[in-house]
């Protein structure tokens, strides 16, 4: 019954693919099935008996509740419930498409019997037929409010290459950004023609939310008290003024552009939106009245944020950069999960020709996916500018230089 169940799920013609490889599982009730922000058991998931609940974590307010935008409440453990999955139906088919963590919790709500496939299984039958992928995007798409979809449609996908412009400053601002992936960094330029780095942005940030003037900064220790309406009038103010600073990419990156017709919309349909706006421009700001610097815009933050990519580079060929690299590999991997890459090891895993040009695309993405799996990945260069080399720097959130100590000062072969 449960392969009968995925070949119709699927689209499939019989069950070939299928045999065997279908696992049936009894759960009781509060078991997690998957939990949001892990690769984990991440797996098309079908109910043959039983309810499970699906939930997502949200911010919390002052009180230790929040509402959802489509009206749920959410209790003090800081999630909200998206919705309910009963007999028949399938979840965990968005994380499965994307290959990205889960991006809810799945557990039981009472005693169930559901039926998994895995991700693997599901890519190595998505091999022999593509067009699985449109019956799964189905069971996702038909879960989606009506407004959702519309954002999704207005939403449009920036790719930057690293060293490029995302806007500069005295541009009109009249969008926002979301970091997908990758790294900017944001400069400001002064009348006298003096530059200075203002911050850094890495995944999951907001960019060009706010485009102030670093003057901003003695306006707030002269009306701190009133830093509340304040506050408000630069929400009123996020789309009426340029841009204050000039905003490059470190690093090759993906971003969703957020246009403000779009953003005025959520505003008018979803007030609780500005509100979240507020609290987050509201500690932009404190954080800069509380650390003070001369020429930092109100948004300056540690550039050492959400540092997850880090190029070695050797000066010389006789560094001992493999050494070197597998030390620094055993010191990070206390902090957290970290992978060490290099051009051997990207030929194993996706192929001798996996560093061709044809293969980029397929590249990056594989690339993209490690790094949310891993709190750092090492990318360790070649002693010549390869095209491995290449891309390890565009990769990179931080560059690091390696050469011997006893040695005169030199020009390596990778120049920057």
Not at 190 to 201: D, F, H, I, Q
Request: proline share 4%.
């Amino acid at each position: 019954m449960a392969t009968e169940a995925f070949v119709k799920e699927l689209g499939l013609e019989s069950s070939e693919l299928l045999n065997g490889r279908v696992e049936i599982r009894e759960v009781p009730a509060g078991t997690y099935l998957m939990r949001e922000d892990s690769h984990k058991d991440v797996a098309l998931v079908y109910i043959l008996h039983g309810v499970l609940t699906v939930s997502q974590r949200t911010a919390l307010t002052g009180s230790g509740r929040e509402t959802s935008p489509e009206g749920v409440s959410a209790g003090g453990d800081g999630e909200v419930h998206m919705f309910t999955a009963h007999h028949g139906e399938v979840v965990g088919g968005l994380a499965v498409l994307t290959g990205e963590p889960s991006f809810f919790t799945i557990r039981a709500k009472h005693h169930s019997r559901i039926a998994l496939l895995s991700k693997t299984t599901f890519y190595s039958v998505m091999r022999e037929n593509p067009n699985v992928i449109l019956h799964i995007a189905h069971t996702v798409v038909r879960r989606l409010s009506p407004f959702v979809r519309q954002v999704d449609f207005a939403l449009d996908w920036v790719f930057l290459e690293s060293g490029r412009a995302l806007y500069r400053q005295g541009d009109e601002s009249d969008c926002t950004y979301i970091v997908l992936s990758g790294r900017l960094r944001s400069v400001i330029t002064y009348t006298n023609g003096k530059k200075e780095p203002v911050s850094e942005y890495g995944k999951g940030d907001l960019v060009g939310i706010v485009s102030f003037s670093h003057k901003f900064n003695s306006i707030l220790q002269l009306f701190f008290p009133a830093l509340e309406k304040f506050i408000e009038f630069l929400v009123e103010m996020v789309t009426q003024t340029t841009r204050g600073t000039t905003v490059m990419a470190v690093r090759d990156s993906e971003l969703a552009k957020l246009p403000e017709g779009l953003f005025n919309a959520i505003k008018l349909r979803y007030p609780i939106v500005v509100t979240r706006l507020i609290t987050l421009l509201g500690h932009r700001i404190l954080g800069s009245w509380q650390k003070p610097s001369m020429g930092r815009a109100v948004d300056a933050r540690p550039s050492q944020i959400n540092f997850s990519t880090v190029a070695v580079v050797p000066v010389t060929d006789d560094c001992p950069l493999a050494a070197f690299t597998l030390e620094l590999y055993h010191s990070l991997c206390v902090i957290g999960p970290t992978l060490r890459l290099t051009s051997e090891i990207i030929r194993k895993s996706l192929g001798a020709s996996a560093l061709d040009f044809n293969n980029e695309y397929r590249l990056t993405s594989w690339l993209a996916q490690q790094e949310d799996q891993h709190r750092i990945v090492l990318y360790q260069c070649d002693t010549a500018c390869t095209p491995w080399t290449q891309r390890c720097v565009r990769q990179a959130d931080c560059v690091l230089i390696i050469a011997l100590a006893d040695k005169e000062p030199c020009v390596g072969k990778v120049n920057f």
